[in-house]
């Protein structure tokens, strides 16, 4: 499946995107002027300045979170099961560098690193004099938060990739070679700290419109996550401490917010909670590019039933390996995966073959079910044609998109990388920390606590929590390799009908970066070169 691992960057349409940024005398590109960031004559105002990332939250993300994200990170983990031919290859671990799909992955990340680029280097020389410095700072913080959350996906993904902290400096010699992992890890940790020193300290209340962007509290939760990945414990453990005691965060469902529920967060009156630290900002407008389509994505489309609006759903279904994975009383089971005969009555559906609505709806039997004959569905992210009863969008063609967000990184997650970094690759912890952060998750999932934790522990319960979320992946990636690749050869990656296995290979666990980045580049099939951070 592997080829020679030498990434070559999508620079052409890189280099085009960040020129756009700094000069509008030419059409560097064709994209819609709103993908992206015009730095000339326009910065006049504080307002003018806080809305300069608003891109960087969504339209830049789509082609990455649309089916790339999910194509990986469930279906290669084994978490989805799909049979549509252009985003099942990890289903079987037969991709290689000429699917389609990897481009819009790779694109997507390195536009964001683009446009976080020409924030970063030239917004404080394009501001007026009436702006507020702070907010200078605040905006070039939240593109140093988003470079590094794009470098730390691509990481991740492809390992080895080029380092670039300026486009402008490769416009004239686009060919450059991968950086070491290690460096670029040294990057993203970079970014982070410079993220925390800009960016506004938040207390996150009830007012969710003024929490869509990220606060200081948000880059040091991510940061504690990177630094759970690179094995630094002790850095996370204190990091996420931090982001613990501030109190900007809080379970929904859980002690502080007993009113709410597991359910709740992911319904669009929900978007931007206080559990929210880092989500994608989708704001439907009847634009490709605008909106969240795991609404159609996930959802249930038969012959007289569909919960989008569209006359198709369910490209991505639940795997055969995960319908057992929660406890009959966990209540995360029923808010993740629809399962025939539950009912949702807060979800507004199309019956009699779309010609009709209806509030509510009862799932259906596994072989009516429709999508890809797994015999259930997803429910995270599905809310129904125009939300429901729920103040929100209302769309009534295209492609069943809504305005509720994707979540990057959310509180129960902290609280999960907490407990791990107090383990800190031991076999087991009865810390009393650790065991507050682990049993708040469980509790609000209405589980009982438990008096110690073991790492297998904490893995099962990231897997249940986050489930569909696009992290299991990755959490198999940080498993001995040994045993990563028994979990996946023991799951059944079939449909109802047929069970089938595959079984990974060591090279498996990183993407084959696009071929035709790879043939526009030869020099990049060198191994990587060190950085130079001076």
Same mark, same amino acid.
């Given at each position: ?17 960040? *020129?756009?940024?700094?000069?509008? %005398? ?6 819609? %002027? ?16 806080? %809305? ?11 082609? !990455? ?42 694109? %997507? ?12 280097? !030239? ?49 004239? @010699? ?48 991510? *940061? ?46 929900? /978007?931007?909670?206080?559990? @929210?630290? !880092? ?117 009534? @063609? ?24 107090? *383990? ?5 912890? @009865?810390?009393?920390?650790?065991? /507050? ?36 992946? !990755? ?60």
């Amino acid at each position: 499946m592997k080829m020679n691992k030498k990434v070559i960057g999508h620079f052409t349409a890189v280099f085009a995107s960040v *020129l756009i940024l700094v000069s509008c %005398s030419q059409d560097f590109t064709d994209r819609p %002027s709103e993908d992206s960031i015009s730095l000339d004559s326009y910065y006049a105002t504080n307002e003018q300045v806080a %809305s300069a990332t608003n891109v960087l939250y969504s339209r830049t993300w789509f082609n !990455f979170e649309t089916k790339f994200f999910f194509a990986v990170a469930e279906v290669g983990s084994g978490n989805m099961y799909t049979n549509s031919s252009d985003v099942n290859a990890l289903r079987d671990f037969s991709m290689n560098g000429s699917y389609p799909i990897l481009q819009d992955g790779w694109a %997507s990340l390195w536009a964001n690193i683009a446009q976080a680029n020409a924030l970063i280097n !030239f917004l404080e020389e394009r501001v007026g004099p009436n702006v507020d410095p702070d907010v200078v700072q605040n905006t070039i913080g939240e593109a140093y938060f988003l470079r590094a959350t794009a470098y730390f996906y691509l990481v991740r993904l492809w390992g080895a990739v080029p380092i670039i902290e300026n486009n402008l400096d490769y416009a004239n @010699s686009p060919q450059i070679p991968t950086n070491r992992v290690e460096d670029v890890y040294t990057l993203i940790e970079m970014d982070y700290l410079k993220a925390i020193d800009r960016l506004y300290e938040k207390n996150r209340g009830s007012n969710y419109a003024d929490n869509g962007h990220v606060s200081k509290g948000s880059a040091k939760a991510m *940061l504690a996550k990177v630094y759970l990945y690179e094995q630094k414990y002790t850095e996370a453990k204190q990091i996420a401490q931090e982001v613990i005691s501030s109190g900007e965060f809080k379970l929904f469902g859980g002690q502080e917010l007993p009113g709410k529920s597991f359910a709740d967060l992911f319904t669009y009156p929900n /978007n931007n909670n206080e559990e @929210s630290i !880092f989500a994608l900002q989708w704001l439907w407008d009847g634009n490709y590019g605008s909106g969240n389509v795991c609404n159609t994505q996930f959802g249930i489309s038969t012959a007289d039933l569909t919960t989008s609006n569209c006359s198709y759903g369910g490209v991505f279904a639940p795997s055969q390996d995960i319908l057992n994975l929660y406890e009959t009383n966990d209540l995360r089971r029923h808010e993740t995966i629809m399962f025939p005969g539950e009912e949702y009555m807060n979800i507004k559906v199309l019956i009699d073959g779309g010609q009709t609505e209806q509030m509510g709806f009862t799932v259906p039997d596994a072989t009516a079910i429709g999508g890809q004959g797994a015999g259930a569905a997803i429910k995270k992210y599905v809310i129904g044609i125009e939300n429901g009863n729920e103040t929100g969008p209302t769309q009534i @063609s295209g492609n069943g998109a809504m305005s509720n967000n994707t979540y990057i990184m959310r509180y129960a997650e902290l609280l999960l990388i907490h407990a791990e970094a107090v *383990l800190a690759g031991g076999g087991s912890t @009865s810390d009393a920390a650790a065991l /507050n952060s682990f049993n708040a998750v469980r509790n609000r999932a209405g589980l009982s606590s438990v008096s110690s934790i073991t790492s297998d522990d904490i893995f099962l319960e990231r897997r249940k929590e986050l489930a569909f979320e696009g992290d299991y992946w !990755f959490d198999l990636g940080r498993r001995p390799r040994a045993e990563a690749i028994a979990i996946m050869s023991a799951q059944n990656r079939g449909d109802m009908n047929y069970a089938q296995y595959f079984t990974p290979s060591d090279a498996d666990f990183l993407l084959d970066y696009p071929a035709n980045e790879v043939a526009k580049n030869p020099k990049l099939l060198e191994p990587p070169v060190p950085y130079d951070f001076n």
